[in-house]
Structures are given as structure tokens and as C-alpha cells.
């Protein structure tokens, strides 16, 4: 069974940083998409960066030159490296990856983390 575990959140003040972790472990195959998305509360959640295995990213408007997505392929790892944090950056910080699983044949799940909190307050 595949598990998604995320690390690196925390309580920052605003104009700080913080690197997130998303760990894949498993009987994994490859790793496809890998996506950050997060929910600050009331709101709906919302993708914020996405890279895919050869490494194309794309950005919500709202992070873009301040967040930077990263993955290292060999270690199953994704990052979120996220720097001059506002506090308006405030929310449950999720992962979703599509995997290739290997069960007696090659089958992709989509799987999600189980979220790592941000806060950003002075």
C-alpha cells in the first residue's frame, strides 16, 4: 500500500520560509504528477504548484515567484520550498501524486497526503 506522508510545516512570521516535504513509500513504480494544494479554513481547496515527472511546473498566480516545487525522483520526494510567506499563505498544505503501482500488473492510483499545517503570523 501506498502512503503519502508530508513534513516541514510549522509557524512562521511573515517574510519567512519553509520547506515542505512529501515523502511516497510503497510498492511503487514511478511517480507521475506530483501536486501541491491547500485549504485555509472556509475557503475551498486550492491547487497551489504541480510538477510533472520530467520536471515541468506550473504555479498558482497567488505563490508564483516565491514558491518553488521540486521533486527527487530517486528518493520518491517532493518539496515545496516557500519563501516570503505571507499570512494570507495560511492553510492545511497537501500533497497529491499519481502512482504506478506494481499488483501482479502495472495499476495508477491517485493518492493524497494527510497535511501538514502553515500558519504565517506575526
Known amino acids: 500500500q501506498v502512503q503519502l506522508v508530508e513534513s516541514g510545516g510549522g509557524v512562521v512570521q511573515p517574510g519567512g520560509s519553509l520547506r515542505l516535504s512529501c515523502a511516497a513509500s510503497?510498492?511503487?513504480?514511478?511517480?507521475?504528477?506530483m501536486d501541491w494544494y491547500r485549504q485555509a479554513p472556509g475557503k475551498q481547496r486550492e491547487l497551489v504548484a504541480s510538477?510533472?515527472?520530467?520536471?515541468?511546473?506550473k504555479y498558482a498566480d497567488s505563490v508564483k515567484g516565491r514558491f518553488t516545487i521540486s521533486r527527487d525522483n530517486a528518493r520518491n520526494t517532493g518539496y515545496l520550498q516557500m519563501n516570503s510567506l505571507k499570512p494570507e499563505d495560511t492553510a492545511v498544505y497537501y500533497c497529491?501524486?499519481?502512482?504506478?503501482?506494481?499488483?501482479?500488473?502495472?495499476?495508477?492510483?491517485?493518492?493524497w497526503g494527510q497535511g501538514t499545517q502553515v500558519t504565517v503570523s506575526s
Open positions: 497529491k501524486a499519481i502512482i504506478t503501482e506494481e499488483r501482479g500488473g502495472l495499476y495508477t492510483f491517485q493518492y
Open positions: 510503497g510498492n511503487i513504480k514511478s511517480i507521475n504528477t
Open positions: 510538477i510533472t515527472s520530467s520536471g515541468e511546473t
